[in-house]
């Protein structure tokens, strides 16, 4: 099993910067791909950002240029810096991680950008 715990979402005005983090623990050593997805009111989860085990990085076209996905040292850890941000990146972002084919999901935190 592995666990995800998210955090750092918030309120913030238009053109503001946030930063989430996301903690894995469990069965961690495994695990090949991290990364972060979304969900605005009404719509289906989408893919915001990912990083793979070997650094690689993959990024939605709607957050290229203005997200940032990182892991920490201990690479239990996945950070996503979020800069220039638009009401139309309000959600609830999800944390996931990929282990031997399975999706493991954190609980989410709200982001709530201002116009």
């Known amino acids: 099993q592995v666990h995800l715990v998210e955090s750092g979402g918030g309120l913030v005005q238009t053109g503001g910067s946030l930063r989430l983090s996301c903690v894995a623990s469990?069965?961690?050593?495994?695990?090949?791909?991290m990364g972060w997805y979304r969900q605005a009111p009404g719509k289906e989860r989408e893919l915001v950002a990912v990083?793979?085990?070997?650094?690689?990085?993959n990024y939605a076209d709607s957050v290229k240029g203005r997200f940032t996905i990182s892991r920490g040292s201990a690479k239990n850890t996945v950070y996503l810096q979020m800069n220039s941000l638009k009401p139309e990146d309000t959600a609830v972002y999800y944390c996931?991680?990929?282990?031997?084919?399975?999706?493991?999901w954190g609980k989410g935190t709200l982001v709530t950008v201002s116009s």
């Open positions: 990083i793979r085990s070997g650094g690689t990085t």
């Open positions: 996931n991680a990929n282990r031997d084919g399975w999706d493991y």
């Open positions: 469990g069965t961690i050593f495994s695990i090949n791909i």
